[in-house]
């Protein structure tokens, strides 16, 4: 640290990505998608393009935001664009919550939601998870403070009903709620539909996980208008030009090709659900997960050395070494054939052990 950090900062805890790696791996770490892109994206990334980075950016996003509105059928002031859904995270916590406002969140859950509120002076409130890791709705009725979930959860998978995130929606009128969305094309129980019907709800979502653009970095917000302006009056204060061309016409693609991302998104379930299978057949505990990634335990072996084993096997899942979780890993979907060498290694740690 230099001696030049304001106070303010000094005791800041920043998140910790999954590692990225040059080397060849099975990559299970991070929830990227194991497929690329739709080749639409290929197709608008043109050398006239790229003829045109000298001109800065479209601070308004309007293309944008036009083809996710259209998408979600909303009007585009009711869309909000970052640089990854981290970023409209960010502009929400600080607009919504910062500097003494409150927030509370499932305690085990994304964990960046307590580095913004530690970094942009948010009391957060960190509730507890039922034992089986599923969130307690009564927990969120008539909070009073500002509330942010992930549904389904991070790293368990575990989703929220419809109805359930409504009860908290219509229970909290005069808090925000923040529906992140990031892992919802895998379990369709979306409560974008809610967004007319509430003026307190804002719905976050990213092109990182389903649209195999985690390079990319875009993400975005779904909410009625006036949420959307004030996002808006900090984006304008603080980076105006907060996506970049290439990335604007590379995810105007990808939104609009449901055909492809439709299939990726199928096979993704089906071996999620495959493993899963798999998994308790080898004797480990895994949550119902309905995100691209499975949360498994074995009392065969510590999470923290399976994780071992499977990195000297070129293999990289996520172990957190946080408690309640420490015998948990957090295992990204990725191709089907990927899926069945981690299968198999695992089998031969376990033989190994006995
Ligand atoms: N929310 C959750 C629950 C996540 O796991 C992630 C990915 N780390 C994000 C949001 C942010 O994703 P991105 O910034 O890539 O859109």
Same mark, same amino acid.
């Given at each position: 640290?230099?001696?030049?950090?304001?106070?303010?900062?000094?005791?800041?805890?920043?998140?910790?990505?999954?590692?990225?790696?040059?080397?060849?791996?099975?990559?299970?770490?991070?929830?990227?998608?194991?497929?690329?892109?739709?080749?639409?994206?290929?197709?608008?990334?043109?050398?006239?393009?790229?003829?045109?980075?000298?001109?800065?950016?479209?601070?308004?996003?309007?293309e944008l935001t036009a083809a996710i509105a259209k998408q979600f059928d909303?009007?585009?002031?009711?869309?909000?664009?970052?640089?990854?859904?981290?970023?409209?995270?960010?502009?929400?916590?600080?607009?919504?919550?910062?500097?003494?406002?409150?927030?509370?969140?499932?305690?085990?859950?994304?964990?960046?939601?307590?580095?913004?509120?530690?970094?942009?002076?948010?009391?957060?409130?960190?509730?507890?998870? +039922?034992?089986?890791?599923?969130?307690?709705? &009564?927990? $969120?009725?008539? /909070?009073?403070?500002? !509330? %942010?979930?992930?549904?389904?959860?991070?790293?368990?998978?575990?989703?929220?009903?419809?109805?359930?995130?409504?009860?908290?929606?219509?229970?909290?009128?005069?808090?925000?709620?923040?529906?992140?969305?990031?892992?919802?094309?895998?379990?369709?129980?979306?409560?974008?539909?809610?967004?007319?019907?509430?003026?307190?709800?804002?719905?976050?979502?990213?092109?990182?996980?389903?649209?195999?653009?985690?390079?990319?970095?875009?993400?975005f917000g779904i909410a009625q208008k006036e949420i959307i302006e004030d996002?808006?009056?900090?984006?304008?204060?603080?980076?105006p030009y907060n996506i970049n061309t290439l990335s604007v016409k590379a +995810?105007?693609?990808?939104?609009?090709?449901? &055909?492809? $991302?439709?299939? /990726?998104?199928?096979? !993704? %379930?089906?071996?999620?659900?495959?493993?899963?299978?798999?998994?308790?057949?080898?004797?480990?505990?895994?949550?119902?997960?309905?995100?691209?990634?499975?949360?498994?335990?074995?009392?065969?072996?510590?999470?923290?050395?399976?994780?071992?084993?499977?990195?000297?096997?070129?293999?990289?899942?996520?172990?957190?070494?946080?408690?309640?979780?420490?015998?948990?890993?957090?295992?990204?979907?990725?191709?089907?054939?990927?899926?069945?060498?981690?299968?198999?290694?695992?089998?031969?740690?376990?033989?190994?052990?006995?």
């Open positions: 640290m230099s001696r030049f950090l304001s106070d303010n900062y000094k005791n800041l805890v920043p998140y910790v990505p999954g590692e990225q790696v040059n080397v060849k791996v099975i990559k299970l770490n991070t929830n990227e998608s194991p497929f690329p892109p739709s080749p639409k994206v290929k197709e608008v990334l043109s050398e006239e393009v790229i003829d045109k980075l000298n001109l800065y950016s479209d601070p308004e996003l309007k909303v009007t585009p002031d009711m869309v909000f664009c970052g640089n990854g859904s981290d970023d409209v995270l960010a502009f929400a916590i600080m607009g919504f919550c910062g500097a003494g406002g409150k927030l509370c969140c499932p305690e085990i859950s994304y964990g960046f939601y307590p580095v913004y509120a530690d970094l942009f002076g948010v009391e957060l409130e960190q509730i507890p998870l +039922a034992d089986d890791f599923s969130i307690n709705v &009564e927990d $969120y009725i008539g /909070k009073n403070k500002n !509330i %942010v979930i992930a549904n389904p959860n991070a790293p368990t998978g575990l989703a929220l009903s419809f109805d359930d995130v409504e009860r908290i929606v219509s229970s909290n009128p005069d808090n925000l709620v923040i529906m992140d969305e990031a892992y919802m094309a895998f379990c369709n129980e979306s409560c974008m539909e809610l967004v007319k019907k509430y003026p307190n709800l804002l719905v976050t979502r990213t092109f990182s996980k389903s649209h195999s653009l985690a390079g990319l970095r875009v993400g996002l808006n009056k900090l984006k304008f204060s603080f980076n +995810a105007a693609a990808a939104i609009a090709d449901n &055909e492809y $991302y439709d299939d /990726k998104i199928s096979q !993704i %379930v089906a071996t999620r659900e495959k493993v899963q299978l798999q998994l308790r057949e080898l004797g480990f505990t895994c949550t119902d997960s309905k995100s691209n990634f499975i949360f498994a335990a074995s009392d065969r072996i510590p999470a923290s050395e399976l994780a071992a084993e499977l990195r000297k096997r070129n293999i990289l899942v996520r172990y957190f070494n946080k408690a309640k979780i420490d015998n948990y890993l957090r295992i990204t979907v990725g191709s089907a054939e990927d899926m069945q060498t981690l299968v198999s290694e695992i089998s031969a740690i376990l033989e190994e052990r006995k």
